[in-house]
């Protein structure tokens, strides 16, 4: 399996009125093609700011970020927004959908604007129903954003990330405003992109979540402070051994 992201040496320093925050400090790690990752720690850690970071959102201070062998921090910003629209996924809390559009819309939007995807309106519309259908949300195709649920809302925002065919999803919290039925759904469906293919890095405050990862990275204080991979006989197995690792390490 070749390396899809290399993390090497990263920092991030926020200064607010001449004052040094030192959010990530000299992060180092590597995702493989076709892992499914977690990001675990404590509220304030840098979870969301080392998401952003090598997701090429947000400029990291020093340090490198290798995408498919390539240091995205020395692109420039149309390069780097290609590669974004083209290879990237995005899932994130706060989810940003237009109020004037439909879900369906909305979700075949990034592969609309996509102009290095030549497929024409009709195909790209058929590729978000598409998804629309798998997802299990196709009967909410026409309803506007209002007229859904936390749940369906969700579950569009991942079509939506995935119509543009990603090799990597970047997901912050995915489930953080979903009940437990609502959350094993849209984790059942994320992990079923993973089983097509999808590299997937995400953030997660959720033990039950984190489970269904072969990974997880915990970080405190701006560092990978230890690394769980999953084993064990059964999920309910993992999981239970994932909860020791976590209360071990003062979750
Ligand atoms: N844009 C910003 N400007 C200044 N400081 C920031 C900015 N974004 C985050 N921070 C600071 O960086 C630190 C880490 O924040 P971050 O959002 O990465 O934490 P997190 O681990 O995602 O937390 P949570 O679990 O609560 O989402 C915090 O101290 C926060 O105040
Ligand atoms: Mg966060």
């Given at each position: 399996m070749a390396a899809i992201l290399e993390v090497k040496d990263l920092c991030k320093t926020y200064v607010i009125e001449k004052r040094q925050n030192n959010v990530l400090k000299n992060v180092n790690f590597t995702?493989?093609?076709g892992e499914m990752v977690a990001i675990m720690g404590p509220s304030g850690s840098g979870k969301s700011t080392l998401l952003y970071a090598v997701s090429g959102m947000d400029t990291p201070t020093s340090g490198h970020v290798l995408f498919d062998g390539k240091d995205i921090t020395k692109l420039s910003a149309n390069q780097l927004a290609e590669i974004r629209l083209n290879k990237m996924g995005f899932i994130f809390?706060?989810?940003y959908m237009m109020k004037n559009l439909t879900i369906l819309d909305n979700i075949a939007l990034p592969a609309l604007e996509n102009k290095a995807d030549r497929a024409g309106k009709a195909e790209k519309m058929k590729r978000a129903e598409e998804l629309m259908r798998k997802?299990?949300?196709?009967?909410?195709a026409d309803n506007d954003i209002n007229e859904v649920s936390g749940g369906q809302l969700q579950r569009a925002c991942i079509c939506r990330s995935m119509v543009n065919k990603p090799k990597l999803l970047f997901a912050d919290e995915p489930t953080g405003a979903l009940n437990r039925t609502a959350s094993g759904?849209?984790?059942e469906e994320l992990a079923k992109l993973n089983g097509e293919g999808t590299t997937i890095m995400m953030v997660t405050h959720d033990a039950k979540v984190a489970a269904r990862c072969k990974r997880v990275l915990y970080i405190v204080d701006g560092n990978i402070?230890?690394?769980y991979l999953s084993g064990g006989d059964s999920t309910a197995e993992n999981e239970r051994r994932l909860n020791n690792w976590l209360l071990d390490l003062g979750w």
């Open positions: 995702v493989e093609e809390q706060q989810m997802l299990s949300i196709i009967e909410v759904e849209v984790m402070k230890g690394e």
